[in-house]
């Protein structure tokens, strides 16, 4: 753990009293910024260490508190990440369990949705503090942009179907957000080329953003998923900054980006893929951008800025693809199966399973209970069957039985949610995905380090400059960042506030 130098510099000249003083003296930002990256292996930063340059990643972690072994003790789906990101809680806590789930009052599949958060967020607890204080968020799905800010009054900045960006909230009627959707619409890259970084223009592109008029749709996931999408975001957090005087005014704003370019990219090719490095390199260059704008309009001393991930990805198993997707239609039957030939004595095949949407398997708890049967029995039976589908190693019931014990149990524990997640969760083998579409891509939401691990880097005048190598949470975020702020903690934060991040004042 590192101590600062001011610490003892304290104690030589006045001992408790005087550590106090330095502690009363905290000086609270003007503005905080968040960077998400909705997928971010943390092994990136080592592994294209040698080609960023030196104001972005390489500026943050040279000159910030870096915490290379970050972990998500939890299921790490895009919402339910940015959840407990902003709230600093797993989802047994915060209720986002995962991007969709069952319910089971209306029988239907439900998105994640803001109004689904049962813990209060970083954002919430800044309004609450100082009505000076404002929000702002981005991302390139309202929903995300709201998950992050849950009930505060946020500005919402998102990417709208026809590509072009949108607001909502106090600065949703800016007229400065019209001029920009238009010069930054999507549809000026329709075709477009992406070369790798420094390419000559002559090189061959890495891939063609190609647009069909019949297909938009495809265009637009194109788009979303490369460096041109990427930009746009970080374009418009620049200009928000710009226009809205963000930090300039009487009280700390917070502003929060979720990129989601790497998870989409992600989703199709698996986090090995060579344009995956050319995205997190093109980032780099971003981040330098973003770095120059703050420390003209605010001063290098007046910022706090944090850059983490929301989960990795598994690679792309290619010509492995067929052995390596579970299909969950196969699940749910098989364990139907198991509970009909365990329970069915009569001969009249029930059902027994309601639903299974991964990593979830809802039971047919009305049957088991007009049968009389125990319902704990019948979720270990289910978790057993399910072991018996290639590919599945895992499960935990809603009351506790599991069968990993250990730091697993408590990884389960942490992502089960008493009404959302039903009656089992099951976990897949290490790089096994979803069986879905026409078979191609991977999918999130493990519990695997590919999934889990996530870098943290604190910069800012805040924090010391060090690199920690202990392993800390990623629900540490929120109760340290109110703690920069000088603000009450989300309500059902579980972390701890990295005070040896924290750099003393004198």
Known sequence: MLVSRRF??????G??????SLVAARSHPKLMVLLIAEEFRSDYLDLFGNFLGPGGFRRLMDDGAYFPECQIAATTFTSTSLATTSTGAYPQLHGIVADTWYDRATKKRVAAMPEALEATTVAEQLAAADSANRVYAVAFDSRDAAILSGAAPASLF???????????GPSGDAPWITAYSQANAAEIFRHAQWRAL???????PLRTLTYDQARPEEFLALYKASPFGQAAQMALAREILTQEKVGQGPGTDLLMVALGSGALLGYELGGDSPLMRELVLRLDHEVELLLALLDKNLGARNYALVFTSAHGATRDPDGKRATLAVPG???AKTINQALSAHYDTGGRKKAFVERYIYPFLYLRQDVLQKSYIDLREARVLAGQAALTVPGVTGYYTADGDTSHPGDW????????????????MLAYGPEHVEDYGAGRGISYGSLYNYDTR???????APFENAVFETAVELVDLAPTLARVAGMAWPSSSTGRVLGEALAAEG
């Open 409 to 424: 149990a408590r990884r389960f524990s942490n992502s089960f949610h008493p009404v959302r997640s039903g009656d089992v």
């Open 8 to 13: 003892f510099a304290a104690l030589a000249a």
């Open 198 to 204: 420094g390419a000559k223009k002559e090189a061959p």
């Open 15 to 20: 001992g408790a009293a005087s550590i106090r």
């Open 454 to 460: 996530v870098p943290l880097i604190l910069y800012g």
């Open 158 to 168: 998102y990417l709208d179907a026809t590509g072009h960006f949108g607001a909502r």
């Open 329 to 331: 239609d196969a699940v």
